[in-house]
């Protein structure tokens, strides 16, 4: 059995999630600024500005989890599992 070493991870793996949290902030940001333009109303712009925020994070997970891993995650997902 020939043991591989632990590969890092690449940059762009690293910085996916601070790229999904950066999206629905911005997207957050946008309903939060169009509310206060709209309505004048700072309270009423920042809930809307953190309920858009949770929703569109927890939209993005949803989606993540229904990727389905080809076969080299398959078989990363197997050699990890073997390790313990």
């Known amino acids: 059995m020939t043991s591989n070493p632990p590969q890092k991870p690449s940059r762009s793996d690293?910085?996916?999630?601070?790229?999904?949290?950066?999206?629905?902030?911005?997207?957050?940001l946008f309903v939060g600024l169009t509310i206060l333009l709209t309505t004048r109303e700072l309270l009423l712009s920042v809930i809307a500005l953190g309920i858009t925020?949770?929703?569109?994070?927890?939209?993005?997970?949803?989606?993540?989890?229904?990727?389905?891993?080809?076969?080299?995650?398959?078989?990363?997902?197997?050699?990890?599992?073997?390790?313990?």
Do not use: C, T, W, Y
């Open 14 to 28: 690293r910085l996916k999630p601070v790229e999904l949290v950066g999206l629905s902030g911005v997207m957050a």
């Open 53 to 84: 925020f949770i929703v569109v994070l927890v939209v993005i997970a949803m989606f993540a989890l229904n990727i389905k891993p080809d076969e080299a995650e398959r078989n990363d997902l197997d050699e990890q599992d073997k390790k313990h």
